[in-house]
Nanobody, 124 residues
């Protein structure tokens, strides 16, 4: 299957940290561009961070830059999202997205496959 698989969501206190994982290997494609998105109930799926696995290039949304770090373990085909200094407004379901051909995934139109998501709740 081509669907990525996320894990690591949890309930944390404001100011705490959490690391999300996304297994990105597929049967047909070795994905270069991988992105993290988040969505609250009734809201739009919002871009968080993306990475080009082959080069390590990264890009972040302004709301998380300086607090979140995306990284890749290419040996194990896992992309991580390290989240520090968490705020209540970071609470959402977080999704991993992969692209067949792209080097980055910065919007939903660029995503070819989505994971089921993992829920992050930051308590006040």
């Amino acid at each position: 299957q081509e669907q990525p698989v996320e894990s690591g969501g949890d309930l944390v206190q404001a100011g705490g940290s959490l690391r999300l994982s996304c297994v990105v290997s597929g049967r047909t494609f070795t994905y270069d561009g991988v992105g993290w998105f988040r969505q609250v109930p009734g809201g739009e799926r919002e871009f968080v961070a993306t990475i080009t696995r082959s080069t390590g290039s990264t890009y972040y949304s302004g709301s998380v830059k300086g607090r979140f770090t995306i990284s890749t373990d290419n040996t194990n085909n896992v992309v991580y999202l390290q989240m520090n200094s968490l705020k209540p407004e970071d609470s959402a379901r977080y999704y991993c997205a992969t692209s067949k051909w792209g080097t980055m995934v910065t919007n939903v139109a660029e995503a070819d496959y989505w994971g089921q998501g993992t829920r992050v709740t930051v308590a006040e």
